[in-house]
């Protein structure tokens, strides 16, 4: 038989038994905005994180020659490398029953992706080593080798997002996905 | 005659030599559904081997397939690509079952196989949530853990069976980007929770550690439904060619989501149009549009055995076996045919079946020794029926390069050797 005593101590043992499991565990450590800085990467379609700087097609030439064209191949046409793909050219193949070659001016439907993907992943070899800088210009000479921006023009913060890409409106959204 | 309401085992269940599934809930077999058709004289005598005579070798820290086993390995092309970009495939006619060899899972990677000390790595949560937060490794192996079997598939796995024209390949080459593992971690939400989620949060960017910093967006009702960061894959850590020490796991979901490596999170309110979202796994329909963020891997099978390089030693039994899964659940059926289609019956399933996991199924096939073609058809449980090639293309062309899962077809000739055919 229970004593009144007893129930009690029951009582106590369960609310801090469930007060312990609805407790999660929590292993993160707070980190400060300014301390990802050097990961955060990720450029929006609308510009957001796009870094300080600028360049344009004619400073970015030298950089692609120097450092893209051995897999790219000169002027975008022609990659020695099969995975690396043709940046420029293939206007017009996305039409029905053509054979499509998508290039960035033919279907990447937005400028920001090339700098994100670019700041990333190139040079193949040494990639993250591009400067600021050395990333909006080859990001202007491939946009200009596709006729979407002038060799002249200053790509940066400001005017990348605003370049219209002429697959822009290209994606419709797959029909069967989760709900 | 009489009437019988089941079939036996051994009875015609289809066209050109399909046999009822029975056969495979039997103790025995009939006659008729044995080795009808090849001689079978006396066996050689029994002979006692060398390695019956005396001790073999002793104990090895990490064991090792036989050496008889050689030639089942990924198939990858040579070079001039650069080593660990593109990928290798899964030799699914050499394997059983339904788990995948860690050392044999499919891979696929934009600059390599990073060498990641443990130690160093870190995960980072942050962009809409009240409480930016890193993790290390150590600290995720502290959380509560869950185990999954899941298969992984590449978007890009089947697309020779876009080309016009049927290709000389086999499974491998075809479909053997394609894997399952049981794979044991920590539930995204938990962490996500942790971080607190602002409400205007709808993405999740995942970023790895390698060189190409590979990244995808992903719905944040996925991840806060199934994701899971896994730290072991087949009861052992994450093998780093499959994102050791962390990868993001999104059952179901086209294998370039599951992010390897994984070193950052960050929501958003909108999509960051990766490279890989945009120029890469997007599907070119037939007129100038393209499917976006195409997530889930629909309904597919493959007959796994026989196939093109396991050769048919003469007329009689054989197993038709393959493998069947669904990124938006269970496997509900699985029909095979040997007439390319015209006629099918259902095949055995191999326990467990499990949503989004592959399952093995297995029919019963006694062939006359003529022109044969195997087909298989799976459907879900969600009704979706696997489509024919020509149904397939009527959709969406055959320009899409991503998410083939058309019904596939091997022709079976006299001598007994398939290849891989369109009907």
């Known amino acids: 038989m229970f004593t009144s005593k007893s129930i009690a101590v029951c009582v106590s043992v369960l609310t801090s038994a469930s007060a312990a499991l609805a407790q999660s565990p929590q292993f993160g450590q707070p980190i400060e905005p300014a301390d990802i800085a050097a990961w955060d990467i990720s450029i929006g379609p609308d510009g957001a994180g796009l870094p300080p700087g600028r360049g344009t097609a004619i400073e970015g030439e030298a950089i692609y020659v120097a450092k893209c064209q051995a897999c790219h191949g000169e002027k975008g046409i022609g990659p020695s490398v099969a995975l690396a793909g043709a940046l420029v050219g293939g206007m017009g193949t996305l039409a029905p029953d053509k054979t499509p070659i998508k290039t960035v001016g033919s279907y990447w439907p937005y400028a920001t992706t090339l700098f994100d993907f670019v700041r990333r992943a190139m040079p193949f070899q040494e990639s993250k080593s591009l400067t600021a800088d050395e990333v909006y210009a080859v990001t202007a000479y491939i946009l200009d080798l596709n006729g979407i921006v002038g060799s002249n023009d200053v790509i940066d913060a400001q005017s990348l997002p605003k370049v219209r890409m002429p697959n822009r409106d290209g994606f419709i959204p797959f029909p069967r996905n989760p709900k | ?423």
């Not at chain 2, 850590?237 to 999170?265: A, C, D, I, T």
Request: charged share 20%; aromatic share 8%; proline share 9%.
């Open chain 2, 1 to 423: 005659m009489i009437r019988r309401t089941h079939p036996e085992p051994g009875d015609p269940a289809a066209g050109n030599g399909v046999l009822s599934r029975r056969i495979f809930l039997e103790a025995a077999l009939v006659a008729g559904a044995t080795g009808a058709g090849l001689s079978r004289g006396s066996a050689e005598p029994l002979t006692v081997q060398p390695w019956m005579k005396v001790p073999g070798p002793g104990f090895a820290g990490y064991g090792q397939p036989s050496p008889f086993e050689s030639k089942v390995v990924k198939v990858f092309p040579p070079p001039p690509n650069p080593a660990g970009v593109g990928s290798s495939r899964t030799p699914l006619h050499m394997l059983e079952g339904m788990i995948t060899p860690s050392g044999l899972h499919f891979e696929r990677s934009h600059s390599g196989i990073p060498e990641i000390d443990p130690d160093q790595h870190r995960l980072v949560i942050h962009g809409l949530v009240k409480r930016p937060l890193v993790f290390t490794v150590e600290a995720l192996s502290r959380y509560p853990m869950q185990s999954r079997i899941a298969f992984i598939e590449c978007g890009g796995n089947s697309q020779a069976l876009n080309a016009p024209q049927a290709q000389p390949l086999n499974v491998a080459a075809i479909h053997g980007l394609l894997g399952c593992s049981e794979w044991t971690g920590v539930r995204l939400s938990t962490l996500l929770d942790e971080a607190g989620i602002e409400p205007q949060a709808r993405w999740v960017i995942a970023e790895g550690a390698d060189a190409a910093a590979m990244s995808r967006s992903i719905p944040l009702a996925k991840a806060m439904d199934d994701a899971l960061l896994c730290l072991y894959q087949n009861g052992e850590r994450v093998r780093p060619s499959n994102g050791y020490p962390v990868r993001l796991l999104l059952p179901g979901f086209e294998g370039n989501m599951n992010v390897k490596w994984l070193r950052r999170l960050k929501l958003t309110a909108d999509p960051a149009m990766t490279k890989d979202e945009t120029s890469k796994y997007t599907i070119l329909l037939k007129d100038e549009k393209a499917w976006q963020f195409v997530f889930p891997m629909e309904v597919k099978s493959v007959i796994t055995r026989p196939s093109p390089g396991l050769t048919l030693r003469g007329p009689g039994f054989y197993e038709i076996s393959g493998q069947a899964w669904s990124g938006n659940g269970s496997i509900r059926q699985v029909d095979v045919s040997a007439d390319g289609g015209r006629s099918w019956a259902p095949a055995a399933l191999q326990g467990p079946i499990l949503p989004k996991a592959p399952v093995r199924f297995r029919a019963a096939w006694q062939w006359n020794g003529g022109p044969a073609v195997l087909q298989s058809r799976a459907t879900d449980d969600t009704g979706m029926v696997q489509p024919t090639r020509a149904q397939f293309g009527d959709e969406r062309g055959l320009r899409g390069v991503y998410h083939y899962n058309a019904i596939a077809s091997w022709r079976i000739d006299e001598k007994g050797e398939a290849s891989n055919v369109y009907v």
